[in-house]
């Protein structure tokens, strides 16, 4: 879903790529960090993709 509306936008594939990169770190992070709240909040943002 957040890939389609970043495409549509006409973003680079580099830009979309870095993106979901960073995404994903963060959401790595969150887990080994065992943020209970965080972890809702990831799993959650782990369903767009």
């Not at 979309?16 to 887990?31: E, G, M, P, T, V």
């Not at 065992?34 to 943002?45: G, K, R």
């Given at each position: 879903?957040?890939q389609?509306?970043w ?12 993106i979901?990169?960073?995404?994903n ?12 709240i ?12």
């Amino acid at each position: 879903m957040f890939q389609s509306i970043w495409q549509e936008k006409r973003s680079s594939k580099v830009t979309i790529d870095n993106i979901h990169r960073i995404l994903n770190s963060f959401l790595a992070w969150l887990k080994d960090e065992n943020l209970e709240i965080m972890q809702i909040i990831a799993v959650n943002l782990e369903l767009w993709y």
